[in-house]
């Protein structure tokens, strides 16, 4: 043995002595050992996913001896907390991220890449198994840039919810196969006596730019934006999409555009809407018999195919490190994150009223009897457009935009062609003050 | 130091603590409101701060979706305010009446609640109230089936209800404590001379009101132009922006679109204009009494 090898030999047995890797395999017990008693900082949403960690917690909370300090907050007020609270220097170790915040926050380099965890043998899992996430979603939330800085957490598709029972009322024996057919055919089937065939979350915030305005110009082959990042909302096919909104509102409830989630959960619930079309974590609250009076009806299907494809809404979230953080709340805060997104709890995390972005977690296909809306949402995770909402660090602005003139488009204040107009020449006005026309920042979004 | 004069150390040790209090609270965000909107400043792009002059200024005296913001805000105003004053100067009346006393006390005890509700409250009361299915306002319309809250003229005039039904106490005790105020004698004097109520109210009454109603200009214009809370709990600011008042168009772009060097730019002009506007009410209501 050579003086080299011997130094390796030698640090390879004082790694396993001290480490996590002591008797050779790798336990998060022992991982956490030297951060016991760390207390790490996350925001987290009231929503069902949330719910379904927080639940899980003092298993992890035992056996590592970290505390992880909860702050609740609506999803409407948590970018604006973690960007002050990143600004300020606070006390936020962990960053939750949606999808669209993931350019702006790895930009300002307030989190740290995985690499710098998954390098370090005391810290990662040996069965963290990056490869199981599904591609699509590991990369839309948690990558930027070809780096993976967050582990999908709370994850959704958008699927079709709908009511079996009214649609078989009214002669259908399925779902639309498409948005034209849901229109033209289903639309004047379901629609009268208070009840609607459709309602469309369209509410002036991140639902109007989200779950609206994003949801019909895809299928329709629309995008925000072409290649060149300038204005593609006045191209044939976005205008399209957008007029379809509108022809379709007929079959909405009166002011769809003060709908939120909850109002449309809760119309479809009520068993006042035939369909609707949200996203997979809504999924415990209509099949719940205590929050809804249709829960033997509801069936999940993927959203419907436009002239583009089935282009369904993506949106979730990931957990990164915030770079913030001291050395053992890091090391703590990519315990827990590695943890909560692991295989091993994936199953435990569905059974509780969460989305696993794991593949293996829906291997296990009677579990497709349990929560129907496994098969369409490993489809539209297939299918799904990782750019749905642009990611950059300027969607913050342009969301708002988004949200002002989509909601007077559907309004009637200005036609579909004005708004748009006057939206791409706002957002373009944004781009161009960022430098991505002068190439100054890259064309990535 | 001459006797019973009080030296000018005793006088600083005194009120230093509420300037410095007042400074502080005040005075510095003020200042620091001045600086960032000379600046490029932004909360996500800080690498980037830079000094831009009057420039934010400019784009938001050039912006019509402020003036938009502005003008709908003074809309509210005009249409809040008048009505709040009407009804409450005929409460304030009314409980000027002689006699009745418990059902007075009550009375005046009751007009409290309104104003002691969190706006926020109240506008998370309107969503249940004004709902289009459930809400108890349709239900009492005998089961109307007006949309509220996703029209955006209906959403307005609900948001002028609730300023009214918040703020028309206030009033009311304001011009109370003014009525109060009104020598006993002259009061009766003037309604033996004449069983004219109106003159009684506008040559002996109104004049002792005026000082309470400038106040009231005053502050009802203030909070006018900062209602934020229970507009944001309501319509957050919609639908489309049909009640997007200025300070929630405030709120978006510093803490939304996190640009907080045109926010402030914009909150300083809303400081601006509301000193302009407290200065003309004291002028022409005090040169009127």
Not at chain 1, 282 to 287: A, D, G, L, N, Q
Not at chain 2, 117 to 137: C, D, E, I, R, S
Request: glycine letters at 8%; hydrophobic letters at 50%.
């Amino acid at each position: 043995m050579n003086l080299k090898s011997l130094l390796i030999a030698l640090a390879l047995a004082s790694t396993l002595a001290t480490g996590a890797l002591a008797d050779g395999h790798w336990s998060l017990k022992k991982a956490a050992e030297p951060y016991a008693g760390t207390t790490i900082d996350v925001v987290f949403l009231l929503r069902p996913g949330y719910e379904a960690i927080e639940a899980m917690l003092p298993a992890f909370e035992a056996e590592t001896g970290i505390t992880v300090n909860i702050i609740k907050h609506p999803y409407e007020n948590a970018l604006g907390e973690q960007v002050r609270d990143f600004v300020a220097g606070g006390d936020l170790d962990i960053a939750l991220i949606d999808l669209v915040w993931i350019g702006n926050f790895a930009e300002n380099e307030w989190i740290l890449p995985i690499d710098e965890f998954t390098s370090n043998p005391d810290l990662a899992d040996p069965d963290l198994d990056i490869d199981d996430f599904f591609p699509l979603v590991l990369n839309a939330f948690g990558g930027w840039n070809d780096v993976i800085y967050g582990l999908p957490f709370d994850n959704y598709s958008g699927l079709l919810f709908y009511n079996r029972c009214m649609l078989e009322e009214a002669g259908f024996d399925g779902p639309p196969e498409t948005w034209e057919e849901l229109k033209d055919v289903y639309g004047p089937a379901l629609t009268g006596d208070g009840k609607y065939a459709f309602a469309l979350q369209s509410k002036r915030n991140e639902t109007q730019s989200a779950d609206s305005f994003a949801r019909v110009i895809w299928p329709f082959g629309g995008s925000f934006l072409d290649e060149n990042f300038r204005s593609n909302l006045l191209s044939a096919e976005s205008q399209a999409g957008l007029k379809f909104r509108q022809d379709l509102m007929q079959y909405m409830p009166d002011g769809i555009v003060a709908y939120d989630h909850a109002e449309v959960v809760n119309a479809f619930a009520q068993g006042d809407v035939a369909m609707i079309t949200e996203w997979s974590a809504f999924y415990s609250t209509v099949v719940s018999p205590e929050t809804s009076k249709v829960a033997d009806c509801v069936e999940i299907a993927p959203e419907p195919k436009g002239p583009a494809g089935r282009k369904p809404a993506l949106g979730g979230f990931s957990l990164a490190v915030a770079a913030q953080a001291d050395d053992d709340e890091r090391a703590a805060a990519w315990l827990f994150i590695q943890w909560a997104t692991s295989k091993a709890n994936a199953v435990e995390y569905l059974e509780r009223g969460g989305v696993p972005a794991r593949k293996s977690a829906y291997a296990d296909m009677s579990l497709a009897e349990t929560y129907k809306f496994i098969p369409a949402l490993v489809e539209s995770w297939q299918d799904g457009v990782p750019e749905f909402r642009p990611r950059f660090a300027e969607w913050p602005v342009l969301t708002e935009i988004v949200q002002e003139w989509g909601s007077k488009m559907m309004l009637g204040e200005v036609s579909t062609e004005e708004g748009a107009r006057i939206l791409g020449e706002q957002m373009e006005a944004v781009l161009e003050e960022a430098g991505y026309y002068n190439g100054e920042k890259p064309l990535v979004q | 130091m001459a006797h019973g004069k009080v030296s000018r150390r005793t006088l600083f040790a005194f009120l230093s603590p509420a300037v410095l209090g007042l400074a502080l609270v005040g005075i510095v965000p003020l200042l620091y409101a001045l600086w960032t909107s000379l600046h490029f400043f932004n909360l996500t792009k800080l690498r980037k701060v830079k000094f831009i002059g009057l420039e934010n200024y400019g784009s938001v005296l050039t912006d019509p979706v402020f003036w938009e913001a502005m003008g709908r805000t003074f809309f509210l105003l005009g249409t809040a305010l008048p009505i709040q004053i009407a009804l409450g100067l005929v409460i304030a009346l009314v409980l000027h009446q002689p006699g009745l006393s418990l059902l007075k006390t009550l009375t005046r005890l009751s007009l409290v609640l309104p104003m002691a509700t969190t706006y926020a409250v109240v506008g998370l009361l309107g969503q249940v109230m004004f709902n289009q299915k459930f809400g108890v306002v349709n239900q009492l319309l005998g089961g109307a089936d007006i949309n509220w809250i996703g029209d955006p003229t209906n959403a307005f005039i609900m948001i002028i209800f609730w300023d009214v039904w918040q703020w028309t106490p206030f009033v009311a005790l304001v011009m109370l404590a003014g009525l109060a105020m009104v020598p006993g004698e002259i009061e009766e004097a003037a309604q033996l001379e004449t069983k004219n109520w109106w003159t009684v109210l506008r040559y002996v009454q109104l004049p002792f009101l005026v000082p309470g109603l400038v106040a009231v200009l005053i502050l009802r214009t203030a909070d006018t132009l900062k209602l934020f809370d229970m507009v944001f709990t309501l319509t957050r600011g919609g639908p489309g922006a049909s009640t997007e008042f200025i300070s929630l168009m405030i709120q978006r772009v510093g803490f939304r679109g996190f640009d907080q060097g045109l926010a402030s730019a914009q909150a300083i002009i809303l400081l601006i204009i509301t000193i302009i506007l407290a200065q003309i009410y004291i002028r022409v209501f005090y040169k009127e009494v």
